[in-house]
T-cell receptor, first 113, second 116 residues
Framework: DGGITQSPKYLFRKEGQNVTLSCEQN?????MYWYRQDPGQGLRLIYY???????QKGDIAEGYSVSREKKESFPLTVTSAQKNPTAFYLC????????????FGQGTRLTVV | AQTVTQSQPEMSVQEAETVTLSCTYD???????LFWYKQPPSRQMILVIR??????QNATENRFSVNFQKAAKSFSLKISDSQLGDTAMYFC?????????????FGTGTLLAVQP
């Protein structure tokens, strides 16, 4: 079945550590996105990528990094510079510029302990 | 910059009744898309309905319909014959047409509870 897979579903991190969230899609979509969801704030865009080897900062990119070495994969690294990393993270993809529908993964809940 | 506002943090409706969720937005763009997404307790985001701003006709998908008022920048979602499975967080979202990327701008959400 085609879709977007995020792993792990739950992730715990100690303060000061970097952690990487995985996002893989087999929909042959060009564009991929990372959103952060906090209670009462909706979803906010962290990073997005339109094509392989290219990505752009979203509204809240500080403390995060991404890579897009393969079309299918768009991992997100939460670095120790992110001051409040505990949140729910959603990955999404879409065909690209002319197709508006975004498909979402099931999310990763990151907790800093 | 575009903003999306959902002024109802929580709503409740009886099963089989109709409920309307409100959404307003602010933009200087003339061409854009509006969406309603549903996030059930599983937290999977599901597209409910989409409206193109250039279309005057309101979008409809089975029990879900919208009331799109472009001049008022209003985009409400009506759910008819509410079912228990409609219990979820509902997000209104905006996307600029023809932009460099399909970035979605979300509202803060409305938590809908369908009561048996």
């Amino acid at each position: 079945d085609g879709g977007i897979t995020q792993s792990p579903k739950y992730l715990f991190r100690k303060e000061g550590q970097n952690v990487t969230l995985s996002c893989e899609q087999n929909l042959n979509h060009d564009a991929m996105y990372w959103y952060r969801q906090d209670p009462g704030q909706g979803l906010r865009l962290i990073y997005y990528s339109q094509i392989v080897n290219d990505f752009q900062k979203g509204d809240i990119a500080e403390g995060y990094s991404v890579s897009r070495e393969k079309k299918e994969s768009f991992p997100l690294t939460v670095t120790s510079a992110q001051k409040n990393p505990t949140a729910f993270y959603l990955c999404a993809s879409s065909l690209g510029r002319l197709n508006t529908e975004a498909f979402f993964g099931q999310g990763t809940r990151l907790t800093v302990v | 910059a575009q903003t999306v506002t959902q002024s109802q943090p929580e709503m409740s409706v009886q099963e089989a009744e109709t409920v309307t969720l409100s959404c307003t937005y602010d933009t200087s763009e003339n061409n854009y898309y509006l969406f309603w997404y549903k996030q059930p307790p599983s937290r999977q985001m599901i597209l409910v309905i989409r409206q193109e701003a250039y279309k005057q006709q309101n979008a409809t998908e089975n029990r879900f319909s919208v009331n799109f008022q472009k001049a008022a920048k209003s985009f409400s979602l009506k759910i008819s014959d509410s079912q228990l499975g409609d219990t979820a967080m509902y997000f209104c979202a905006f996307m600029k047409h023809g932009g460099a990327t399909n970035k979605l701008i979300f509202g803060t959400g409305t938590l809908l509870a369908v009561q048996p």
